[in-house]
């Protein structure tokens, strides 16, 4: 084990995807926090649909596969859903729930619809990518050993999901400590959030975009299950293990790091270790793992219970 | 698209809505629509008892057991790819995600939503890690499982089509003969329980048919957008009826019609995948419904917005006319003007001054039926645009004008004076 670690060969095939799994998993985690304690988990599951028909439209519009155009119509096209969500609900008073699966299925089915529909057969861009993401052909190909570290030439061939990721999970981590009182009293109290004059509207606004912006950020190097399942297992996980807001963040952060790190060996090197010659698809292991994780929380997390009635 | 293109393909739709483009299409366009029905009038249950979403999870909860069931399939020696044995995994997972679901809502802390989040994601994820597996074994012909996820029409065999027509015309009949435990409870689970039903078997039963019409409709729909036949044609009901039976009724209605039209078109056309084409039809009679529905609709609510707020400007005009009050506001003049209230040069008629003091008067009316009655329920009814006579008889508006009289005089003066 030792020795795999020290080889050139850990640093340039494994090391990024690890990090790349990591930070997508904590930017999820983070906002996914506050999502579950106001009841809100599937907004991730909403907005992970919808980036598909958006990143479509983008390819049409610009006609080259590159991140920026794919996140700016990826970030549209989770605007539009939560305003359609929002429109639905109220004018058609429709319950939330229906709202949201009528406006994320219409836009999926749109988007497969648009991606048969275009020329798309020159680019490596279809409904598996999507889902799977390419969390293993994220390799860095200058790196030669753990030294390659210190060496800036080598740096600069790094896969760009990895700042691309660093920018945004700091810029979620930002909003959280520099909201986070609002965010605590809006999310435990609305009634009491707005009577004290809290801009409660915002913060909920900031939250949903801070939630899109991580979605479509991870979702461009991992694909949407990881991204789906890092918005609700760990924060879920986390919530079990304690009753307190900053205790159970911490814990979800560490949920979702040893999620993206157990999950991205066992897919690596498990089947290695049963004599199995190919590896598994490693965004699906690291969603495996959360489960995982969150089932062992169901059966022995300290504060499991709940206290008083279900809660529809 | 051209002329030339556009009657190959308009003949090819008849041909397919007609059931006249060969036997397999014809079967899997009925498949399609009887699909539909089912998962349209299965769904209005859901959506009336509000557990929309833990269809979605049920739905991602299959890939695990289709892939499951290939490998047990292929290993066995058989061919991997055997629809009834692929939809029995499928239903055996979706059947452990949906327990799941409903375990992790009533044994901890956790919402529903969040074990629907968590249900769906990770065995969805487990499915993949599966698949992954199925193409580094050395089993062949594993090549078309990937299908499930959006559906695939083209290329299915006899037996398959057969199979899912068959199928779902059980689970349409199983609709029906369960449609009355399933109302009550979906309407009103308390009152339910009291009338002997079981309401948790109930339950368990409407997400069953659930579960079927997703297994079923894994093959044409897809398992990541099946959810929106259980979800859609509920929701576009509710747009037309208030009453459980036709709720039930109009959402199988809408999602045959969805199913039916949408696999023609599929079938009519190249690049149209059957699946998102029969989602995209269903929310066609969504949008259309959410648009021009009388009960609910856009456009509805915004005629009913209208015809009150000029029923305000009507009123809050003629009093200003009775009191000699200047009007500026330009939508109030041009309601007098239109009833013919007022002339173009904003002079009241004839008509005008006699609606004017009319409307004063009520309001008088109003005013002390208001005050002198405290406990008097009639006074409740006061909303400033309510004509006195819908709420009184003639001899009780005589005996408030008795009271009235002298008020009502000076009133008069003063909106006479100020012609």
């Known amino acids: 084990m030792i020795d795999e670690l020290l080889s050139p060969e850990f640093v340039q095939l494994s090391l990024p995807p690890i990090v790349i799994g990591i930070l997508a998993s904590v930017a999820c985690a983070l906002p996914g926090n506050f999502l579950l304690l106001r009841r809100q988990a599937l907004i991730g599951d909403a907005i992970s649909h919808v980036v598909l028909p958006g990143i479509v439209v983008a390819f049409l519009v610009t006609g080259v596969i590159s991140a920026w155009p794919m996140m700016i119509g990826a970030a549209l096209a989770a605007i539009l859903a939560i305003v359609m969500i929002e429109v639905i609900r109220r004018i058609g008073q429709v319950e939330p729930g229906a709202a949201m699966g009528v406006v994320f299925t219409t836009l999926f089915a749109a988007g497969v619809l648009l991606l048969e529909q275009s020329d798309t057969s020159s680019v490596h861009l279809d409904v598996e990518h999507a889902l799977h993401g390419n969390l293993e052909s994220l390799i860095w190909f200058d790196a030669i050993g753990w030294a390659s570290l210190t060496n800036p030439d080598a740096l600069a061939g790094l896969p760009p999901q990895i700042l691309r990721l660093a920018v945004v999970l700091s810029g979620v981590a930002i909003f959280l400590a520099l909201f986070w009182k609002e965010l605590a009293i809006s999310t435990f109290d609305p009634a009491f959030a707005a009577a004290i004059g809290a801009p409660t509207g915002i913060v909920s606004a900031g939250l949903v975009i801070a939630t899109a912006i991580a979605a479509v950020a991870a979702f461009d190097a991992v694909g949407s299950i990881i991204v789906i399942a890092m918005f609700i297992c760990p924060p879920a996980t986390a919530r079990l293990m304690t009753n307190r807001l900053d205790r159970q963040v911490a814990w979800s952060v560490v949920f979702a790091a040893a999620a993206a790190i157990i999950g991205y060996v066992v897919a690596g090197y498990g089947p290695l270790w049963f004599g199995y010659a190919n590896a598994v698809s490693a965004a699906g292991m690291i969603a495996t793992v959360s489960g995982v994780l969150l089932g062992i929380a169901c059966l022995f997390g300290p504060v499991r219970r709940r206290v008083g009635e279900a809660a529809q | 698209m051209t002329g030339d293109a556009a009657n190959p393909f308009l003949r090819l739709l008849f041909d397919a809505l007609l059931l006249q483009g060969g036997f397999n299409t014809a079967l899997v366009t009925v498949g399609a629509g009887l699909l539909g029905l089912a998962a349209g009038a299965a769904g209005a249950f859901i959506f009336l008892r509000k557990r929309s979403l833990v269809s979605d999870a049920v739905s991602h909860a299959t890939l695990p057991g289709i892939c499951l069931a290939f490998i047990v399939m292929a290993y066995a020696g058989g061919d991997g790819r055997w629809l009834p044995g692929l939809l029995l995994g499928s239903a055996l997972t979706a059947a452990i995600g949906l327990y799941l679901v409903d375990w992790m809502t009533h044994a901890t802390r956790l ?24 193409q580094t074994l050395n089993v062949g012909r594993q090549a078309g499982l990937d299908t499930f996820l959006l559906g ?36 009103d689970p308390a009152f339910a329980a009291t009338t002997g039903v079981n309401v948790r078997r109930t339950d368990l039963a409407i997400m069953g048919l659930a579960l079927l019409v997703t297994v079923i409709g894994l093959k044409i729909v897809g398992l990541v957008l099946i959810v929106a ?28 019609a969805a199913g039916y039209v949408g696999a023609a078109l599929s079938a009519a056309a190249d690049k149209l995948p059957t699946g998102p084409i029969i989602v995209l039809m269903s929310f066609a009679l969504f949008a259309v419904s959410l648009l ?15 015809r009150f707020q000029r029923r305000v400007h009507a009123r809050q005009g003629l009093l200003a006319m009775a009191r000699g009050e200047p009007i500026y506001d330009p939508l109030t003049l041009r309601i007098l003007k239109r009833d013919g209230l007022i002339r173009p040069d904003g002079v009241a008629t004839l008509d005008g001054r006699a609606a004017a003091s009319k409307a004063l008067r009520d309001e008088a009316r109003w005013e002390l039926l208001r005050r002198s009655s405290g406990e008097n329920p009639l006074a409740e009814r006061y909303d400033g645009l309510t004509p006195i006579e819908e709420v009184m008889t003639q001899d009780q508006i005589a ?12 009133g008069q003066d003063e909106a006479g004076s100020s012609e």
């Open chain 2, 229 to 256: 036949l259980l979800i859609i044609p509920a929701a576009t009901a509710r747009f037309w009826t208030d009453q459980v039976e036709q709720l039930i009724l109009i959402a199988a209605g809408a999602g045959a």
């Open chain 2, 152 to 187: 695939s029409t083209a290329g299915m065999l006899r037996s398959e089509a057969t199979t899912i027509a068959a199928a779902a015309a059980v689970s349409a009949a199983c609709v029906y003969a369960l449609r009355r435990p399933m109302t009550l409870v979906a309407f």
């Open chain 2, 399 to 410: 005996a408030l004008d008795a009271q009235l009289t002298p008020r009502l005089t000076a």
């Open chain 2, 292 to 306: 021009v529905s009388p009960l609910r609709g856009v456009l509805a609510s915004a005629a009913r917005r209208r």
């Open chain 2, 111 to 134: 919402s529903q939503d969040a074990a629907i989040g968590a249900v769906l994601s990770v065995f969805f994820g487990f499915g993949i890690v599966l698949l992954t597996v199925i």
